[in-house]
Every structure is written in C-alpha cells, then in structure tokens.
C-alpha cells in the first residue's frame, strides 16, 4: 500500500502562525501608509490655508486708509493700534454688492471649542456717513484668517511729529498721526510664523477733502 504525504498538525498551525504575522506586517504597514497619508494631507491643507490667510491679511493691511473721523471738533484718525489688535480703515469695501471704505480690526479670538482653540480673526463692516467711532465692528461676524493661533502681536513704526525720528512701538499713541509701517508677529500653537511687515502705500493727505496739510484737512466722506 502506497503511503499517501501530507501536512502534520505542527506545520500547519507553524505555516497559520507565519501568515498571520506576515498579514499583521502588511495591515501595519498600510496602516502606518494612510497615516502618514492623512497627516501629510492635513499639514499640507494648513500650510495652504495659512499661506492664504497671510497673504489675504498682507493685502488687506497694504490697504489700509487714512480716514479721519466725522467729527468737526478734532482732527484724529480712525486708526486705533494695541498690542494684541488692531483698528483702522481699508479702502477694500465691507461687501461685494457694497461700496466705498470699511471698517476693519484684526485680533486673536477663542472660538469657543477648548481653552487653548484660538484664531486670528478679522471683522469687518460698513461706516455711514457721520461715523465717529469702530462701534460698527462690535455686531459684525469674525472671519478666520489663520486658525491654532497662541498670540500675535502687532507693532507700528512712525513718529509723533515731522521733527522727531521714526521708531517701532508695540501700541500708536499719535491720534493726530499716521504709522508708516506695521508689524504683526504671530506665534501658532506649533511655532512661530515669518513676521509680517507691511508698508502703508498711501499717506495721510489720501484722506483729505481739501488739501494736504493736516490742520487745515477736512475730513473725507465715504
């Protein structure tokens, strides 16, 4: 009687213990894959969505306008410069179907999810006619600019007058003045971004009425 070959017990349950490790290589693998997949996505996403966010704030603060307030009985910007925000005038309008000047502040918001859930958010709304302060900007809705921001922390450089020299300061004490240049630091919750450094491309005679010598300028209408 011929003697018919096969597997023993012992080398199947070897063969099964192989291939189960060999699947747990392969599920590891793939998983570690799709990770690094989905990790590569999401930090390409918000590099994008950064680099949108600085770009878009470089703009809005290259156009930023030197409008006066409606009030008669002084002669004072509508720019208000902190260290944790910043007010002023963009000659970008509120809305599309909107147009003329804009109301604007810049700051860092919690967004409600977690302690540490922060986002440089901007504000934006119409002025009328007869505006005298940002009282428009407390009903209007933020908008992310850059989101998992820790801080920022803007400075402004300019002088008081046309005598003394120019000079970086971390809030604008000049309402009679405007700031030639803007700096806004800003620390993520992963590390520091470039600073940002905008120039102001139009001077303070841009929002007179009347001329270009500030103490006889005429506030602008809108």
Avoid at 51 to 60: A, D, I, Q, S, T
Avoid at 80 to 87: L, N, S
Avoid at 126 to 154: C, H, R, Y
Wanted: aromatic letters at 8%; glycine letters at 8%.
């Amino acid at each position: 009687m011929k003697r018919q070959h096969g597997f023993t017990l012992i080398e199947l349950v070897v063969a099964m213990v192989l291939l189960a490790a060999v699947m747990a290589l392969l599920y590891s693998g793939l998983n570690f894959a799709a990770r690094s997949w989905d990790v590569g996505d999401a930090n390409g996403r918000g590099m994008v969505d950064r680099r949108v966010g600085e770009n878009f704030l470089r703009r809005e603060l290259s156009e930023l306008f030197p409008m006066r307030w409606k009030d008669p009985t002084t002669l004072k910007f509508a720019f208000e410069g902190e260290k944790d925000h910043m007010r002023f005038v963009s000659s970008r309008p509120a809305g599309v179907s909107q147009g003329g000047l804009s109301l604007v502040s810049i700051e860092v918001r919690d967004d409600g999810a977690g302690p540490k859930a922060r986002n440089l958010v901007m504000r934006r709304a119409m002025p009328d006619d007869e505006q005298k302060s940002f009282a428009p900007l407390e009903a209007a809705q933020p908008t992310v600019l850059i989101a998992g921001v820790d801080s920022a922390t803007f400075e402004y450089f300019g002088a008081e007058n046309d005598f003394t020299a120019p000079q970086w300061t971390d809030s604008w004490k000049w309402p009679n003045r405007m700031p030639e240049m803007v700096r806004l630091r800003i620390h993520r919750i992963d590390g520091p971004l470039p600073e940002l450094i905008v120039r102001l491309n139009l001077g303070e005679e841009a929002g007179c009425l009347e001329n270009a010598f500030q103490r006889n300028c005429r506030p602008r209408r809108t």
